[in-house]
């Protein structure tokens, strides 16, 4: 019954490597995100889906591309893996995203080591 | 632009004794303001929020917060900490014409028994 689903858990890969994280979440909700937790802690929005619309697009890497195949589903894929990409990535859903809808619930993460 | 800041890195406090974790803000429009908590190895999860209404909120596992426009300051606080309450917590905002959350550095709090 979990809500909000990552896999893997745990992902160490080689340098230049591609890979892909997966996230579901089984509440309904209509909006998806990513984030990146680094070693201190902080803590980033990548991207964002509403109803399989991208809606929010930090400046990140294009080598870091999210796919929606529905509103359940928000996957992020990573091409040409560098040392920097070593973080704790998390997945979240909220209702929506404006209001009383946005409150996010957090997915329980994928830790990236890139060697 | 948005931003907040959390000035403590670290709190600490005695079981029984109060808590306040502190935040701050700064927005262009209307804020809406979260905070989260992060136990070691896992997800963040929601713990209260403010929207609009009243300036004091009520969330989960005892705590509370109080919006305050004029200081632009969200803290959060407990009357009266367990050593379960020891994690990281994350002070959050967004901006009323923004669709991104700002998240704050966090603090780590440690209640000793």
């Known amino acids: 019954d979990t809500a909000v689903s990552q896999t893997p858990k745990y992902l160490v890969t080689q340098m230049g490597n591609d890979k892909s994280i997966k996230c579901e979440q089984n509440?309904?909700?209509?909006?998806m995100y990513w984030y990146k937790q680094d070693s201190k802690k902080f803590l980033k929005i990548m991207f964002s889906y509403n109803n399989k619309e991208l809606i929010i697009n930090e400046t990140v890497p294009n080598r870091f591309s999210p796919k929606s195949p529905d509103k359940a589903h928000l996957n992020l894929h990573i091409n040409s893996l560098e040392l920097g990409d070593s973080a704790v990535y998390f997945c979240?859903?909220?209702?929506?995203?404006?209001?009383?809808?946005?409150?996010?619930?957090f997915g329980p993460g994928t830790r990236l080591l890139v060697l | 632009a948005q931003s907040v800041a959390q000035p403590e890195d670290q709190v600490n406090v005695a079981e029984g004794n109060p808590l306040t974790v502190k935040c701050t803000y700064s927005?262009?429009?209307?804020?809406?303001l979260f905070w989260y908590v992060q136990y070691p190895n896992r997800g963040l999860q929601f713990l209260l929020k403010y929207i609009t209404g009243d300036n004091l909120v009520k969330g989960s596992y005892g705590f509370e917060a109080e919006f305050n426009k004029s200081q632009t300051s969200f803290h959060l606080k407990k009357p009266s900490a367990l050593v379960s309450d020891s994690a990281l917590y994350f002070c959050?905002?967004?901006?009323?014409?923004?669709?991104?959350?700002?998240f704050g550095a966090g603090t780590t709090v440690t209640v000793r028994a």
């Open positions: 927005v262009s429009g209307n804020p809406y």
């Open positions: 979240a859903s909220s209702q929506g995203f404006r209001g009383e809808q946005e409150t996010q619930y």
């Open positions: 959050a905002v967004r901006d009323f014409n923004d669709y991104k959350l700002s």
């Open positions: 509440l309904g909700h209509d909006t």
